[in-house]
């Protein structure tokens, strides 16, 4: 009988050296030589455990299949630990995949740390035309394409629909209708409106870009966070959890926001694709006809989503290059993407894709695909993953009180022109 693919689930607290199959130390190499792909894979996946990893690894043995001599080892990596695993490894020359699934920001990080294996010409990078442009602009680097694109996000609002009707509300256009919505779905619910993540300032984007602020201009060389539309966007998210219109956290964010609003604590939250498998596990949306998404309520400047995604990229130093560029063409193919799309409502960053009747019957896609065509890039610069740790720690500092949008604006900035040198 065939071999099925080796999943390996890594903990967090185990070394690296016991958690990593990397490629350095137990890839068998693999040969073309024959006209066939043989050897090992190993593919760090950072997709979430419980939904989205389950198909990825049916579509990764789908790659076994088609060719039979090489291993999938599947190894499942928390999110919030990969960059830093990967990195270390890769410095180590020890223990790093031969495919990482990457972060759109930690593309251009690692190209630069030249951990990643140029694509292009390779059997990777096949049909490039076919992808949508903004998902490509994260793969490039020194005018080179480190990565595939492999799914594209943005983010919305995700409401109860039950709890909307019981409250005769509707899903907010702006700041201004959000915290009018939230104190009428009190009043008439005794719910809170919003839960608004408290731990992960990528979750402040949107009100960031509502106010024509951003972290920083690439093209001039300066930063922006701590400018008046910087302050401004503290002062609102500061101000919607002080109203009671928002509450919020300071740990375990993803949990508490999920928990809360699958058990109908809370009628909103603002998340992407990526949560809707898992949102429609909760009781609230056992029928999912219950769960309504609609765009980020605007700020003064307007709507802004931010762009997202997550990119397949090959280490530099695999000893299987060929089957890994193969399996990275596999994993972003335009089957795949359409699997992808109907079974977990994930957007594709291939324009043929959208034309499949897996992406044409979800409603998710549907919905997201044109806020995705507006969102807001952000700078693809190898710092770009750095930027949001010290937003992270002010982001959360304002909204539990313990500082004020002004002194969280400055302190951000500050800590970006250490980061960046010689940025204005």
Known sequence: MRRGITATALVAALALAATACGSDDESDGGSKSSGELSGTVTWWDTSNVGSEDKVFKKI???????????????????FGDAQNKFKNAAQAGSGAPDVIRSEVAWTPEFADLGYLAPLDGTAALKDEGDFLKQAAASTKYNGKTYAVPQVI???????????????????????????????KIKEKTGKTGLYLRGDDSYYFLSFLYGEGGDLVDAADKKVTVDNAAGVKAFGVVKDLVDSGAAKTDATDGWENMMQ????????????????????LTGK???DKENLGISTVPAGSAGQGAPQGGHNLAVYAGSKNLEASYAFVDYMTSVEAQAQTAGELNLLPTRTSAYAKQQAVDSEI?????????????RPWIP?????FAPLNTEYTNVLTGQSTPEKAAKAT??????LLKGWK
């Open 365 to 377: 896609v549907q919905f997201f695909k044109p806020v995705v065509e507006t969102a807001v890039e």
């Open 413 to 418: 900035g500050d800590s970006y022109r250490k």
């Open 284 to 286: 609230e949306f056992s």
């Open 260 to 279: 809360a609003f699958k058990n109908g604590d809370v009628a909103m939250m603002i998340n992407g694709p990526w949560a809707v498998a898992d949102t």
């Open 153 to 183: 996000d943005s983010m919305g609002i995700f409401y109860n629909k039950k709890l909307f009707k019981d409250a005769g509300v509707q899903p907010p256009a702006n700041i201004d209708d959000l915290k009018s919505i939230s104190k």
């Open 60 to 78: 990764a043995e789908g790659f076994e299949k088609k060719h039979p001599k090489v291993d999938v080892k599947y190894v499942s990596v928390p």
């Open 383 to 387: 710092e770009t993953g750095s930027l």
